[in-house]
C-alpha cells in the first residue's frame, strides 16, 4: 500500500496520506537542508557556550569584589 499521494503538477514533492505533510523528494534539497540544519545547531551550541563563559566571568567577578571588600575591611 502506498501511503503518498502525487501532487498534480509536481514532480519534486508528495503529500502523505496519513498526516497530510507534504513531502520533499529533491536528494539535492534535503542535503542543503541538513547543512543548514547543522550550521543552525553549530550557531546554537556556540551561543550557548558564550552565554555559559559570560555567566562564570560575572561569577569570577562577583568572587574578585567579594575579596576586594573583605581585603578593604581587614585593614
Not at 23 to 45: A, G, H
Amino acid at each position: 500500500m502506498n501511503d503518498s499521494i502525487r501532487i498534480n503538477g509536481r514532480e519534486d514533492i508528495l503529500r502523505d496520506a496519513n498526516s497530510k505533510a507534504i513531502i520533499k523528494t529533491s536528494l539535492q534539497e534535503k542535503e542543503v537542508w541538513l547543512r543548514k540544519k547543522e550550521r543552525d545547531n553549530k550557531i546554537l551550541s556556540n551561543e550557548n557556550e558564550i552565554n555559559k563563559v559570560k555567566e562564570e566571568l560575572s561569577e569570577v567577578k562577583n568572587i574578585l569584589n567579594e575579596i576586594k571588600d573583605f581585603l578593604r575591611k581587614s585593614n
